[in-house]
């Protein structure tokens, strides 16, 4: 998985309580991702970040927020988590080149 | 209109047989193309990336774009059960991947 961790793997969470998603890599690279991935929609990018403090929205970002104050984490809040956010959430990474991308194992997602 | 479409399959073939896959897109802008494969319960794994047009190899696995058309394709020659999984195609322009939907496949012993 290209030096790329996620925790928690899998979290149950209630209907309006706060949800940190953390990625953390070991390849210094300056790209970093949060995409979802659900039935009938594919893979969508939520946030990104091209460096340290500087993110950016993606196709489907309301609801959630980033912070990445280190070159190595990444971080994804729900702010208050809805059902709709029940998802299977991936990290990625900028490979060595800048344009490819590697995913980390995910991050599954239940909100009751 | 979707801006990466694909068909969802699935698509079933016996070892050994090539695997061929397709992809449309809609936007002409400067950009990559990727293919991801993705077993159950995992996260993508990149196979190929490619931005121009026309063929290219690596292994058992063929890219190919056709810009005139908008079309991309992945072959997969000598396929192997390992290789069952769901692909993804995906555009990259500045850094954001667009997805296709995947396509799943079963190669069957």
């Known amino acids: 998985d290209a030096g790329i961790t996620q925790s928690p793997r899998h979290k149950v969470t209630e209907t309006g309580t706060p949800v940190t998603l953390r990625c953390h890599q070991t390849?210094?690279?300056?790209?970093m991702y949060w995409y979802r991935q659900d039935p009938g929609h594919g893979l969508r990018l939520i946030h990104y970040s091209y460096g340290v403090k500087d993110t950016d929205k993606g196709e489907v970002s309301d609801g959630y927020s980033v912070s990445r104050s280190k070159t190595e984490d990444f971080l994804l809040t729900l702010e208050s988590a809805t059902s709709s956010q029940t998802s299977v959430y991936f990290c990625?990474?900028?490979?060595?080149?800048?344009?490819?991308?590697?995913f980390g194992p995910g991050t599954r997602l239940t909100v009751t | 209109q979707k801006e990466v479409e694909q068909d969802p399959g699935p698509l079933s073939v016996p070892e050994g047989a090539i695997v061929s896959l397709n992809c449309t897109y809609s936007n002409s802008a400067f950009q990559y193309f990727m293919w991801y494969r993705q077993y159950s319960r995992k996260g993508p794994e990149l196979l190929m990336y490619t931005y121009s047009s026309g063929n290219k190899e690596d292994g058992r696995f063929t890219a190919q774009v056709d810009k005139s058309s908008k079309y991309i394709s992945l072959f997969i020659r000598d396929s192997q059960p390992s290789d069952s999984a769901t692909y993804l195609c995906?555009?990259?322009?500045?850094?954001?991947?667009?997805f296709g939907g995947g396509t799943r496949v079963l190669v069957k012993p």
């Open positions: 390849e210094n690279h300056r790209y």
């Open positions: 990625a990474i900028s490979g060595v080149q800048g344009d490819e991308q590697y």
């Open positions: 995906a555009r990259n322009a500045g850094n954001k991947l667009t």
